[in-house]
């Protein structure tokens, strides 16, 4: 698998750096590296498991829904237009607003009391 530096400039099959002269596999690839940014970020998933299962068994299911809703509100936040990746940021507050559920979900199901509360 090719790694792209999401950072740099783009450079093109034939040279150009500029996004009109992207061919469908370039696309591609860019559609998917924005993709693995999101949904399994090298950075988080070092060793044995990824970081969201290691902050549940160590937070609990409470402490990984509060840390999933602070990032929801950090990713919807200001940040998601000061930081020049509104698309992947955007898509970060919708992977954690959907773990957030996840993890409701699995909660109310162990418990009596389907309310959430801290």
């Avoid at 936040?77 to 898509?91: S, Y």
């Avoid at 919708?94 to 979900?105: C, G, R, S, V």
Wanted: aromatic share 8%; with cysteine.
């Amino acid at each position: 698998m090719t790694k792209i530096d999401m950072r740099q400039k783009p450079v093109f099959s034939d040279g150009s750096s500029s996004i009109d002269d992207a061919t469908p596999q370039e696309w591609d690839a860019a559609s998917k590296a924005i993709r693995d940014a999101v949904n399994h970020p090298p950075h988080y998933s070092k060793g044995e498991i990824e970081t969201i299962d290691y902050l549940v068994d160590t937070l609990g299911m409470k402490g990984a829904i509060a840390y999933c809703h602070g990032n929801v509100i950090k990713y919807t936040g200001m940040r998601l237009f000061n930081k020049g990746k509104t698309v992947e940021d955007a898509r970060k507050a919708i992977w954690y607003l959907n773990k957030l559920i996840e993890l409701t979900e699995d909660d109310n199901e162990t418990t009596t009391n389907p309310r959430v509360s801290y």
